[in-house]
């Protein structure tokens, strides 16, 4: 319905053309790299590859679009992470339409557009996790066991228990659970 009611508003203006609307983010992956937009305007949080890995992708591949997260995380762990991974826009969903549209035109013409208070809170607050650690605390916060999780990554358990160890201790954590709930409410999840 967001996805809609925003392609909707945008597809009123005039230099705007949509040409396409994702389900999640592996099908976003398809569509830019067949389509080739300028623009690609996603979410932080979608099924198969969230806006970050998506971000991290298209980066990777070294594909001609820019990125804007448009989202409801005003989260500066998720801001940071999504200018790591090449964003050239992070804005939030409750600004105005013609915000967000005037955004858009900005970051086609090459100028990074990040909300002002977030850019500001972001650096506060930065984030301790390796790469590694985000991965196990993410699928610990999901409930899998360190044995599912070792499978899972092809680690061994005593690895996986020496990640989520560390993660604990970084996020100032009693247990696994704890820990990944502070490590999402600061967006390092």
Same mark, same amino acid.
């Given at each position: 319905m967001v996805r809609g009611a925003l392609a909707a508003l945008l597809g009123t203006e005039g230099d705007f053309e949509i040409v =396409?609307? =994702?389900?999640?983010?592996? /099908? *976003?992956? /398809?569509?830019?790299t067949s389509m080739k937009p #300028? @623009?690609?305007?996603? #979410?932080?949080e979608m099924p198969h590859l969230t806006g970050?890995?998506? *971000?991290?992708?298209?980066?990777?591949?070294?594909l001609p679009v820019r990125v804007v997260i448009v989202t409801t995380f005003a989260r500066p762990g998720y801001l940071r992470r999504a200018l790591d991974a090449g964003v050239a826009g992070y804005l %939030?969903? #409750?600004?105005p339409a013609s915000t967000l549209a005037a955004a858009i035109r900005r970051i086609r013409g090459g100028i990074r557009v990040i909300d002002p208070e977030l850019a500001a809170e972001a650096w506060t607050d930065a984030d301790p996790l390796t790469e590694r650690e985000?991965? @196990?605390?993410?699928?610990?916060? /999901?409930?899998?066991a360190s044995a599912e999780i070792a =499978?899972?990554? +092809?680690?061994?358990?005593?690895?996986?228990? +020496?990640? %989520?160890? /560390? *993660?604990? +201790?970084?996020?100032?954590a009693s247990n696994r659970t704890e *820990?990944?709930?502070i490590a999402r409410q600061k967006g390092w999840l």
């Open positions: =396409a609307q =994702a389900r999640d983010g592996r /099908e *976003a992956l /398809e569509f830019v #300028d @623009v690609l305007v996603t #979410d932080i970050l890995e998506l *971000a991290s992708e298209i980066q990777r591949q070294k %939030l969903k #409750d600004a985000r991965q @196990v605390l993410r699928y610990a916060g /999901e409930g899998m =499978a899972t990554l +092809n680690l061994s358990e005593g690895t996986v228990r +020496n990640y %989520l160890s /560390e *993660a604990i +201790n970084k996020c100032s *820990a990944a709930r």
